[in-house]
């Protein structure tokens, strides 16, 4: 799975994006709302860990995911 972080302009907030292997867009969400979005794709109990890795990570840069 990645992470991409995707920088928001003017009115429009911070995204995030999660894709698959094939890079399939699994999830897409605010950075400030992750909750209802990691729940529904079942990674609700990674939530935590995947925001650590997403404040950390600079806008447009892709990183693999090892969960």
């Not at 999830?27 to 997403?54: C, N, Q, T, W």
């Amino acid at each position: 799975m990645y992470i991409i972080k995707v920088k928001g302009v003017a009115k429009i907030p911070d995204y995030v994006q999660l894709r698959d292997e094939q890079f399939t867009l699994l999830a897409y969400f605010r950075v400030d709302r992750p909750e209802k979005s990691l729940d529904k794709i079942g990674l609700g109990e990674h939530a935590e860990h995947i925001m650590k890795l997403v404040q950390e990570l600079p806008f447009g840069q892709i990183l693999k995911l090892e969960l």
